[in-house]
T-cell receptor, first 111, second 115 residues
Framework: DQQVKQNSPSLSVQEGRISILNCDYTNSMFDYFLWYKKYPAEGPTFLISISSIKDKNEDGRFTVFLNKSAKHLSLHIVPSQPGDSAVYFCAASAYNNDMRFGAGTRLTVKP | DTEVTQTPKHLVMGMTNKKSLKCEQHMGHRAMYWYKQKAKKPPELMFVYSYEKLSINESVPSRFSPECPNSSLLNLHLHALQPEDSALYLC??????????????FGSGTRLTVV
């Protein structure tokens, strides 16, 4: 039972444009949401997070939006850079430290 | 120190061997995790320790045995593994509860191959 879903396995955008990565979740107990970037054979690197009491969190080029009623969050990267090319995982955590990952979206930013 | 350190980075073991994976953090985090990641799949939660007590066990086979000797260390003891257990094993730590500002920190993983 996948509690966190990323329905787009891949996304390709042009350098300088916006990248939008989407994530849906089913467990209403999740109260904390995170985005990780991952390269092969490495641990996930934290990018940005948002708690369930907020609907937006911004950090430089990265913005995460949360729509609790729709159980949906998205990561916006503006402007996209070739160095952003990686697999991005959405994760959701409940108060008891139970954190689950989505399947990941491979982002390719073309020069 | 803002890192989670995992050793060894690579491990090859036979199906009759006994080995251990180690994880260490000195950030004062009181929750520690083991995840398993197969190629092109997301990390899958195996175990969560909260205040050195096992709080979540995701129905992991008994050939994987976690241990949390103190608040900085987390071990995963391996015995009689199968080739399908070959994967990247990731350790993570966080505050309890995780809080904002990226409360989870991951190690770089142990690449395990069972032959």
């Amino acid at each position: 039972d996948q509690q966190v879903k990323q329905n787009s396995p891949s996304l390709s955008v042009q350098e300088g444009r916006i990248s939008i990565l989407n994530c849906d979740y089913t467990n209403s107990m999740f109260d904390y949401f995170l985005w990780y970037k991952k390269y092969p054979a490495e641990g996930p690197t934290f990018l940005i997070s948002i708690s369930s009491i907020k609907d937006k969190n911004e950090d430089g080029r990265f913005t995460v939006f949360l729509n609790k009623s729709a159980k949906h969050l998205s990561l916006h990267i503006v402007p996209s850079q070739p160095g952003d090319s990686a697999v991005y995982f959405c994760a959701a955590s409940a108060y008891n430290n139970d954190m689950r990952f989505g399947a990941g979206t491979r982002l390719t930013v073309k020069p | 120190d803002t890192e989670v350190t995992q050793t060894p980075k690579h491990l090859v073991m036979g199906m009759t061997n006994k080995k251990s994976l180690k994880c260490e953090q000195h950030m004062g985090h009181r929750a520690m995790y083991w995840y398993k990641q197969k190629a092109k799949k997301p990390p899958e939660l195996m175990f969560v320790y909260s205040y050195e007590k096992l709080s979540i066990n995701e129905s992991v086979p008994s050939r994987f045995s976690p241990e949390c000797p103190n608040s900085s260390l987390l071990n995963l003891h391996l015995h009689a593994l199968q080739p399908e257990d070959s994967a990247l094993y990731l350790c993570a730590s966080s505050q309890v509860p995780p809080g904002e500002a990226g409360g989870y920190t991951f190690g770089s993983g142990t690449r395990l191959t069972v032959v």
